[in-house]
């Protein structure tokens, strides 16, 4: 991969860092349940770190970035999903919540994979350890509130 295609990735995943942001910032503006409304806004606020990590990389010279040029990154190969909104009911909102933060986990593992400079790899193995920390928050909420047990 050369380097300016790198960066347009990189560019795309900040995006996706602002969208994020964007939908737990609405989501917790309207939630109702003090516990939702604070794990969106501690989703929100580490999606926010998320793009500052991410925008330092942008500000890299071009030669900085390693990556093995043979490997098909499949960036293009995701489904995009629909769009984030903040009037969706509660579980259509966590499915939408999980999607994201999957497809994130799955692009920053795909970099960290594909990274040949070790500082590289590790970084964006973290990002994907993050996101998959959210998407298993996400996930127990989803199951407590699509599934809950009747006595």
């Not at 900040?14 to 939630?31: N, Q, W």
């Not at 043979?70 to 939408?96: E, H, N």
């Amino acid at each position: 991969m050369k380097a300016e295609d790198a960066k347009k990735i990189i560019s795309t995943a900040i995006d996706r860092e602002v969208e994020a942001y964007t939908f737990y910032r609405s989501v917790s503006d309207r939630a109702k349940d003090p516990a939702l409304k604070v794990l969106f806004d501690e989703l929100a606020g580490e999606e926010k770190k998320h793009r500052e990590f991410l925008q330092a990389f942008l500000t890299k010279d071009v030669a900085r970035l390693h990556f093995n040029p043979g490997k098909d990154y499949k960036v293009g190969d995701a489904i995009p999903g629909p769009a984030l909104t903040a009037d969706l009911k509660p579980l259509d909102g966590l499915v939408i919540a999980i999607k994201k933060e999957l497809e994130a986990m799955q692009m920053y593992t795909q970099l960290a994979s594909l990274s040949t400079d070790t500082e590289q790899q590790f970084l964006f193995s973290q990002l994907a350890n993050m996101e998959r920390s959210h998407k298993a928050r996400l996930e127990d909420i989803y199951t407590n509130m699509a599934f809950p047990e009747v006595w």
